[in-house]
Nanobody, 120 residues
Framework: QVHLVESGGGLVQAGGSLWLSCTAS????????IGWYRQAPGNERETLAL???????NYKDSVKGRSTISRDNAKNTVYLQMNSLKAEDTATYYC??????????????WGQGTQVTVSS
């Protein structure tokens, strides 16, 4: 059983930055894709940023240019930095890790989430 633990959330002023961490109980290099997601009340969970085993990165358009996803396999941790925060960035932020089996099936792991509240 893989556990993912997010940290770094809290209350941030608009225009400020956040630095979230996701620490895995397994080696992060073993995952095919690791991503950051968020969900605001009443909204669907949305993908923010993904990083693959090979290091390819993809961002949601609304956070591109002000977000950075990075990975430190030695610490089994993936990070998300986001700048120029807005009130609409208020949400619970989740970490996700995906393993793709040789037969094509997926094993998906989720963290419990960390709350980020942006005050205007």
């Amino acid at each position: 059983q893989v556990h993912l633990v997010e940290s770094g959330g809290g209350l941030v002023q608009a225009g400020g930055s956040l630095w979230l961490s996701c620490t895995a109980s397994a080696n992060t290099s073993s995952f095919d894709v690791i991503g950051w997601y968020r969900q605001a009340p009443g909204n669907e969970r949305e993908t923010l940023a993904l990083i693959t085993r090979s290091g390819a990165i993809n961002y949601k358009d609304s956070v591109k240019g002000r977000s950075t996803i990075s990975r430190d396999n030695a610490k089994n941790t993936v990070y998300l930095q986001m700048n120029s925060l807005k009130a609409e960035d208020t949400a619970t932020y989740y970490c996700n890790a995906v393993e793709i089996r040789p037969n094509g099936t997926l094993t998906v792991h989720w963290g419990q989430g960390t709350q980020v509240t942006v005050s205007s």
